[in-house]
């Protein structure tokens, strides 16, 4: 199993211009989550799902569109990049009492 | 509104000696779930330890131990024997079992271990 994958790494984006972070599981896991964390703070949700054809807004949810059609995969998609979305984004599914986290994006906005 | 307290943005331990790192919380929910979780500088997140709110006895997990106290809606994190390797940024979090299964995090204690 790969686990939890998120590509790309890293990108640099500028203001205005659209992206789409790409995640995935191999693990059947319902329930999948996206965060991002800023340097020195925890981890703040943006958006989740509870299964393939349902989301819903997290802490954080502005700016950023999700969807998810099947189980394996979850994208973020930042509609219109903001020097305020420069973060480290995590992408994490669960089941049980336990949540995978992949690598991380980390993402800088000019 | 659910929300997660870390008051110690960093400790100091001497290796070999136990650390407790503070975690309060606060939900309206019965059913819920605490979770610590390890960020070393390398970056990825480590789940560590997890306690469900109907769970009598306190987790344990090899050196880590987490100390809930229900009543007073604490969930401490306890390392006993720390390592080197333990340095890190450590995270509290929270999951409602209600309402979708939102998990949120706390702000982090950053651990240094000294030799």
């Known amino acids: 199993n790969a686990g939890v994958t998120q590509t790309p790494k890293f990108q640099v984006l500028k203001t205005g211009q659209s992206m789409t972070l790409q995640c995935a599981q191999d693990m059947n896991h319902e329930y999948m989550s996206w965060y991002r964390q800023d340097p020195g703070m925890g981890l703040r949700l943006i958006h989740y799902?509870?299964?393939?054809?349902?989301?819903d807004q997290g802490e954080v949810p502005n700016g950023y569109n999700v969807s998810r059609s099947t189980t394996e995969d979850f994208p973020l998609r930042l509609l219109s990049a903001a020097p305020s979305q420069t973060s480290v984004y995590f992408c994490?599914?669960?089941?049980?009492?336990?949540?995978?986290f992949g690598p991380g994006t980390r993402l800088t906005v000019l | 509104a659910q929300k997660i307290t870390q008051t110690q943005p960093g400790m100091f331990v001497q290796e070999k000696e136990a650390v407790t790192l503070d975690c309060t919380y606060d939900t309206s929910d019965q059913s819920y779930g605490l979770f610590w979780y390890k960020q070393p500088s390398s970056g990825e997140m480590i789940f560590l330890i997890y306690?469900?709110?109907?769970?009598?006895q306190n987790a344990t997990e090899g050196r880590y131990s987490l100390n809930f106290q229900k009543a007073r809606k604490s969930a401490n994190l306890v390392i006993s024997a720390s390592q080197l390797g333990d340095s890190a940024m450590y995270f509290c979090a929270m999951r409602e079992n209600t309402g979708g299964f939102k998990t949120i995090f706390g702000a982090g204690t950053r651990l240094f271990v000294k030799a």
């Open positions: 799902s509870v299964g393939a054809g349902i989301t």
């Open positions: 994490a599914s669960s089941v049980g009492d336990e949540q995978f």
């Open positions: 306690q469900g709110s109907y769970d009598e």
